[in-house]
């Protein structure tokens, strides 16, 4: 399959680790954000997403922090599987329009 | 119906040529988006159709490229007189109307590639 993302920064962790991924947004009137987890020769997959009036948000295995006093958002994603290996991506929107900003990505390694 | 299917996955073709790709989105889904991949990038909104209407398009989409979703149900996306440049994968996603577009599902994409 092709490579997403051949110069991206790297995030390796050890199976069963805690791994979180960083971003940060640009754009103050964004009022969602939303992670998505791409695989190789796939399109993007949607993991988790929160709106801007909460600071913590869990789903399975993952979670997601927003801090808007300095835009910033991260996924964390507990005991890391092999499978967790892709490129992970933050999207930033705001109500009413429907073109999301994505980040420019982070790849994810897990180490068996 | 198991998902966004595009066609075809791969191109190749030559600087100054047309193409066009399909998008069939999941059945009664009635958003549908068009966003541009390039490696190491996250991917670029191009264009977004609620049912036949094209209601937003970006600054990226020039007068060479063009969408169109006629019936409401499959889109398809042309580029004109490819230029090296227009080299990318491009995705389509598809949504029911919702609060969030949260609920957009990406296809598999098409990789362009102009030599």
């Known amino acids: 399959g092709e490579s997403v993302g051949l110069h991206l920064p790297t995030l390796s962790v050890q199976e069963g680790d805690n791994s979180i991924i960083n971003c940060a947004y640009s754009n103050s009137a964004s009022d969602y954000f939303i992670w998505y987890k791409q695989e190789s020769g796939k399109g993007p997959q949607f993991i988790i997403d929160i709106r801007s009036n909460m600071d913590k948000r869990q789903g399975q295995r993952v979670t997601v922090l927003l801090n808007k006093t300095v835009k910033h958002l991260s996924l964390q994603i507990a005991a890391t599987q092999p499978g967790d290996s892709a490129v992970y991506f933050c999207?930033?929107?705001?109500?009413?329009?429907?073109?999301?900003?994505f980040g420019s990505g982070t790849r994810l390694q897990v180490q068996p | 119906d198991t998902g966004v299917s595009q066609d075809p996955r791969h191109k190749i073709t030559k600087r100054g040529q047309n193409v066009t790709f399909r998008c069939d989105p999941i059945?009664?889904?009635?958003?549908l988006y068009w966003y541009r991949q390039t490696l190491g990038q996250g991917p670029e909104f191009l264009t977004y159709?609620?049912?036949?209407?094209?209601?937003?398009k970006s600054r990226l989409l020039s007068d060479r490229f063009s969408a169109e979703r006629p019936k409401g149900s499959f889109s398809t996306l042309e580029i004109q007189r490819t230029e090296q440049g227009d080299s990318a994968m491009y995705l389509c996603?598809?949504?029911?109307?919702?609060?969030?577009?949260?609920?957009?599902?990406f296809g598999q994409g098409t990789r362009l590639t102009v030599v």
């Open positions: 996603a598809s949504s029911v109307p919702g609060k969030l577009n949260t609920e957009a599902f």
């Open positions: 159709f609620q049912n036949e209407a094209q209601l937003e």
């Open positions: 059945s009664e889904h009635n958003r």
């Open positions: 999207a930033e929107g705001i109500t009413g329009r429907r073109a999301l900003t």
